[in-house]
């Protein structure tokens, strides 16, 4: 059975960590471009940050640079969101996702629709 199962989230205070982990299964992990997506309450899903299938190239959205990261380690089926600096905004069930091909996170990041591959979720709730 192929599926990515994340983990990792939790409550935090404002100005905090944490580390998002995503572990694929059953699937050529290194021949995907991998993403993180957020969505909050009454929000639609957005895309946070993506890595090619090397990891090589990565792109973020403009509300995240210079606080996360996104990192993957093909040898463990596994990409990462490091999240500092955390504030309510960053509030939301992530999500990651996989799509084939080394084209994709190219020129930006992956839109939340054509993907191949997603994750149930895990909740980050960040208190002020």
């Known amino acids: 059975q192929s599926q990515l199962v994340e983990s990792g989230g939790g409550l935090v205070q404002s100005g905090g960590s944490l580390r998002l982990s995503c572990t694929a299964s059953?699937?050529?992990?290194?021949?995907?471009?991998v993403a993180w997506f957020r969505q909050a309450p009454g929000k639609e899903r957005e895309g946070v940050a993506c890595?090619?299938?090397?990891?090589?190239?990565?792109r973020y959205a403009d509300s995240v640079k210079g606080r996360f990261t996104i990192s993957r380690d093909n040898a463990k089926n596994t990409v990462y969101l490091q999240m500092n600096s955390l504030n309510s905004e960053d509030t939301a069930v992530y999500y990651c996702?996989?799509?084939?091909?080394?084209?994709?996170?190219?020129?930006?990041?992956?839109?939340?629709?054509?993907?191949?591959?997603w994750g149930k979720g895990t909740l980050v709730t960040v208190s002020s």
């Open positions: 996702a996989a799509v084939y091909g080394d084209k994709h996170c190219i020129l930006g990041l992956l839109p939340p629709n054509g993907l191949d591959y």
């Open positions: 890595a090619t299938t090397t990891g090589d190239n990565t």
């Open positions: 059953g699937f050529a992990f290194n021949y995907y471009a």
